[in-house]
């Protein structure tokens, strides 16, 4: 007895200063806790907003939110709450909110291969079990709480494209989800820049195939979910700004200004030469065309405004290109902005560049593609410092000369029967004429009418480039891609020839051969072609055209 009492006060005595020399245990991370208000919009129109707060500590992810929406069922959620554990498989949702007026609450457990959902809705009773196929897969995606889709955010984060995912959306129903495409985006807010990941991912269920977008940082944080299909729209609320954009083209001297125009900001990209001297330098402003109203001028996917601006600031000119008002970064109204109004804006920039140190006021020229080009005369008119201006694929009739010419166009191409043409072209007309009169609306269809009848498109359908031209002073540059099928080429030379009845003393006219109305390598020049165009770069003969144009044309006025 003594001898093993002797043993066991000899290992506590030894075994004190061991466990003094074991490493203290790592403590647990902290929670890392964020919260984000979003905003809902369906159709353009706000429909609700939520607070989203998500906590990831060792015990797993917690996103909980509240908010509130509004439309066909009137929604206060009260409280929402999706737990997973550590090994990103769900545990538990639970839902408490007043919907119509009426109370509802839910809670589903998820455990194995089942998740079993217990509780209240709209006034019936729920008790339901529901069999999961694949648990460290499944997202809990409740149709009601958008914050949800934070927890596939962040598993897409390292999720190879074409990998598959099951969405809970509520009892007895599931979705699959297939991640079909990821890119990285560069988001812009005011005159800042960070970097976002896009997802796309294809939702099917026993309805059908539907698209979702998924937007998040560069740690998974949710920043959009958008599902076009529907019209949806959620929002982080600093996203949701007018001040915020995604940056879909940029060039290396890019800067992200604001310039002051009347009443409000125009959102900007001046974009620097690489070679910039101490000496003041020339400036070109660049015009995008009618619809297309972000600063980089897309047009089936090619940004033909942010690649001639760095094309010319290589060359060594200044540029600069803005968001129209009402779209983008810029303040104002874009649904009663006329061709006017809009030239307007454009001299806001004029006088904008004129005040800035390194730009040589008096070098200061415009370039306009397809309707910009309206723009651009209308503003070389009412400023006589615009040192000149180039047409991009620009028209030369009337607008509704133009306009009729595109539908015919449209509709030739869809082989439809004669009468069926001619009766459209018809409607076409009468619409044209009742929008520049503001009588003949009857019979014409109500949303046709609400759609047509708005100030810009009368400013359009009313421009007549004979009587702008015939007044223009500066030097014209007329560019044009001979397989133009949207402004067919014989539009550059008849406004080559009303060039020449103007007071200019220069006007030139570039055509370029196989060249389409985005100024890229095509083969018929058609608008449905477009997709398939695997050369989607501005043609260096316009870049190079337009370059050796504004230098010759600056030149004169040293």
Not at 238 to 245: E, G, I, N
Not at 348 to 361: K, T, Y
Not at 518 to 539: C, F, H, K, Q, W
């Amino acid at each position: 007895m003594a001898f093993r009492h002797c043993i066991w006060a000899l290992s506590v005595l030894f075994a004190v200063p061991l466990a003094a020399q074991q490493p203290a245990p790592k403590p647990a991370p902290a929670p890392v806790t964020t919260t984000y208000g979003y905003t809902v919009f369906v159709g353009g129109t706000l429909v609700g907003r939520e607070d989203v707060t998500t906590t990831s500590s060792a015990d797993g992810i917690t996103i909980a939110g509240k908010g509130r929406l509004s439309g066909s069922l009137d929604i206060v959620m009260e409280r929402a709450e999706i737990k997973y554990r550590p090994n990103f498989t769900p545990q538990s949702y639970e839902f408490e909110a007043t919907v119509n007026g009426g109370p509802a609450g839910l809670q589903t457990m998820f455990e194995g291969n089942t998740a079993v959902t217990r509780g209240s809705d709209g006034g019936q009773r729920v008790d339901t079990t529901d069999k999961i196929a694949s648990p460290s897969q499944t997202i809990v995606l409740p149709n009601v709480f958008f914050g949800s889709y934070e927890a596939l955010t962040r598993r897409l984060a390292t999720s190879p494209v074409g990998e598959e995912f099951s969405g809970f959306v509520r009892a007895g129903n599931q979705v699959a989800l297939r991640l079909s495409a990821a890119s990285a985006e560069r988001v812009q807010i005011s005159t800042a820049t960070f970097n976002v990941r896009r997802y796309t991912l294809t939702m099917s269920d026993a309805k059908g195939a539907t698209t979702i977008n998924l937007y998040a940082d560069e740690k998974g944080a949710l920043l959009r979910v958008s599902i076009p299909g529907i019209g949806l729209d959620v929002m982080r609320e600093d996203l949701a700004s007018s001040t915020a954009r995604t940056v879909v083209y940029s060039n290396p001297g890019d800067e992200a200004v604001n310039i002051p125009a009347t009443g409000f900001n125009l959102g900007a990209t001046l974009t620097r030469p690489s070679s910039a001297a101490a000496a003041k330098l020339p400036a070109v402003i660049l015009l995008s065309g009618a619809g297309i109203d972000d600063r980089d001028g897309v047009v089936g996917g090619v940004p033909v405004i942010g690649q001639i601006a760095g094309a010319l600031a290589n060359a060594g000119f200044f540029t600069v290109r803005y968001d129209k008002r009402g779209y983008g970064q810029s303040g104002g109204r874009a649904e009663s902005a006329t061709l006017a109004d809009h030239a307007e804006d454009t001299l806001a920039v004029v006088r904008w560049l004129s005040n800035r140190p390194e730009i040589d006021r008096d070098r200061i020229a415009i370039i306009g593609h397809n309707e910009g080009a309206w723009t651009a005369l209308l503003a070389a008119n009412r400023e006589r410092r615009i040192a000149g201006v180039a047409t991009l694929a620009a028209p030369a009739t009337t607008g509704a000369e133009r306009t009729l010419e595109q539908q015919r166009h449209l509709l030739e191409r869809m082989n439809l029967p004669p009468a069926e043409l001619v009766s459209r072209i018809e409607l076409q007309n009468r619409i044209n004429a009742a929008v520049m009169s503001g009588r003949g609306w009857e019979g014409i269809p109500p949303d046709t009418r609400k759609q047509a009848d708005t100030p810009w498109f009368q400013s359009l359908l009313t421009f007549d480039p004979s009587r702008v031209v015939k007044d223009l002073r500066q030097p014209l540059l007329i560019i044009h891609g001979e397989l133009d099928a949207q402004v067919p080429v014989a539009h550059a030379d008849r406004l080559a020839e009303l060039g020449k009845t103007s007071r200019s003393r220069a006007v030139g006219i570039v055509t370029v051969r196989g060249i389409n109305h985005l100024l890229i390598p095509a083969m018929t020049g058609e608008v449905d072609e477009y997709p398939s165009l695997e050369d989607r770069n501005v043609s260096k003969e316009v870049t190079t055209a337009i370059s050796a144009w504004l230098t010759k044309t600056f030149a004169s006025i040293r």
